[in-house]
């Protein structure tokens, strides 16, 4: 597509329930980045993948939460058992990867995509 | 711990104004810099960049911003904003001697201009 498209955009669940968030990157974009955006916070960094493998998986808050992504496409993002906490704007982002000084590095530019707003009851 | 530190969370100013939003990293070595934009409604992009060369550096909509090395900042400036320019401002960070594509986010700047 010609954006990032994320959905639902809107989820309001109950507490302990399970949720499922999907990204769909940029044709082309070999990097996939998920964030969690909360009232005052900031973007608060969960996870990235280059291709389908993700080499850091550090911003995960807890065992509750886990990704993946699938054909160097689509991802998804679920948290289990859902708390209070969970609620916030989960944004996708992709880029494409470049080599720079011998390293892959990330050309600078992520494209954001809307968002999906998570209400935790 | 390493991090990316926005100091100022809400600045107000007048149309016309001069803006410096402050950006500080607290990461040895090489580091590749950014500012995104978030404007109402909108989503995230790209200010500017920095990846080596001139530290003065410009973006889009007439904002620039300088590296100094030697202070660990990364300060975004426009000389003179604009009602549009209402928006929150995040400086990013791609910290070295880690996966090479991770880019770590500010806490972000609301600005607020009064027409």
């Known amino acids: 597509g010609a954006g990032v498209s994320q959905s639902p955009s809107n989820k309001v669940t109950e507490k302990g329930k399970d949720v499922e968030l999907r990204c769909d990157p940029i044709s082309g974009h070999t990097a996939l980045y998920w964030y969690r955006q909360s009232l005052g916070q900031g973007l608060e960094f969960l996870i990235y993948f280059q291709g389908n493998s993700a080499p850091d998986k550090s911003g995960l808050p807890s065992d509750r939460f886990s990704a993946e992504r699938t054909g160097g496409s689509v991802s998804t993002l679920t948290i289990q058992r859902t708390q209070q906490e969970d609620s916030a704007v989960y944004l996708c982002?992709?880029?494409?990867?470049?080599?720079?000084?011998?390293?892959?590095?990330?050309?600078?530019?992520?494209?954001f995509g809307e968002g999906s707003r998570l209400t935790v009851l | 711990a390493q991090s990316v530190s926005q100091h100022n969370h809400h600045v107000i100013l007048s149309e016309a104004a001069s803006l410096e939003l402050g950006c500080n990293y607290s990461y040895g070595g090489t580091v590749n810099l950014f500012w995104y934009v978030q404007y109402p409604g909108q989503h995230l992009q790209l200010l500017l960049k920095?990846?080596?060369?001139?530290?003065l550096v410009k973006g889009i909509k007439g904002f620039e911003a300088e590296f100094i090395k030697s202070k660990f900042s990364f300060n975004l400036r426009k000389p003179s904003v604009q009602w549009s320019d209402t928006a929150e401002y995040f400086c990013?960070?791609?910290?070295?001697?880690?996966?090479?594509?991770?880019?770590?986010f500010g806490s972000g700047t609301r600005l607020s201009i009064r027409p």
């Open positions: 982002a992709s880029s494409l990867e470049a080599r720079t000084s011998g390293r892959v590095g990330n050309t600078g530019e992520l494209f």
């Open positions: 920095y990846f080596s060369g001139d530290p």
């Open positions: 990013a960070v791609n910290p070295p001697y880690s996966s090479a594509s991770k880019i770590i």
